[in-house]
């Protein structure tokens, strides 16, 4: 089951939230989003959990969670949607000849 992770403190690495959410269960992936040009962490990132029951408890424990001085928002993440359906066509408000 995949988690988003929100308001993260920027100094959390994916280390500290493995061992975080590894305490409920077991943790297949970590990933923090973090800015292209400088690298930062953006504030977000996401945890995959082998198992929906553990993750669920995770969930549940974790949300409000207050690491690194910071209340995290922990929610099943939502699906990807397809980027190349985002906005019904490939016409672009230019004008048709």
Same mark, same amino acid.
């Given at each position: 089951?995949?988690?988003?992770?929100?308001?993260?403190?920027?100094?959390?690495?994916?280390?500290?939230?493995?061992?975080?959410?590894?305490?409920?269960?077991?943790?297949?992936?970590?990933?923090?989003?973090?800015?292209?040009?400088?690298?930062?962490?953006?504030?977000?990132?996401?945890?995959?959990?082998?198992?929906?029951?553990?993750?669920?408890?995770?969930?549940?424990?974790?949300?409000?969670? &207050?690491?690194? =001085?910071?209340?995290?928002?922990?929610?099943?993440?939502?699906? &990807?949607?397809?980027?190349?359906?985002?906005?019904? =066509?490939?016409?672009?408000?230019?004008?048709?000849?």
């Amino acid at each position: 089951m995949k988690i988003f992770v929100g308001n993260l403190s920027h100094e959390v690495n994916e280390q500290e939230l493995t061992a975080l959410f590894a305490e409920h269960g077991s943790v297949s992936n970590v990933r923090i989003v973090r800015d292209i040009s400088n690298q930062m962490s953006r504030g977000f990132g996401f945890v995959e959990m082998v198992r929906k029951v553990e993750a669920k408890k995770a969930l549940k424990t974790l949300n409000d969670f &207050e690491l690194r =001085g910071k209340k995290m928002s922990v929610n099943e993440a939502k699906q &990807e949607r397809d980027r190349n359906s985002a906005g019904g =066509g490939k016409n672009f408000g230019g004008r048709r000849r």
